[in-house]
């Protein structure tokens, strides 16, 4: 027996692909608005992270 059949027994199981997808789009619009809005010094800041040489004195 295929997977597939095992799904089709389960009662309401085409609501998962349409919660799933509604999860992922909030999700994606989320991070896309956070990134439009974020304050673009803190950007500069983060990104220049990986680059920077540690500094023991700076806290």
Do not use: C
Not at 4 to 19: D, Q, R
Not at 33 to 42: H, L, N, P, S
Not at 45 to 51: Q, S, T, W
């Amino acid at each position: 027996m295929k997977f597939i059949n095992y799904l089709e027994t389960i009662a309401g199981v085409s609501i998962y692909p349409l919660v799933s997808l509604i999860m992922f789009f909030v999700f994606f619009a989320a991070v896309a608005f956070y990134v439009i809005k974020a304050d673009k010094k803190y950007i500069d800041r983060a990104k220049n992270i990986p680059l920077e040489l540690p500094n023991p004195s700076q806290d």
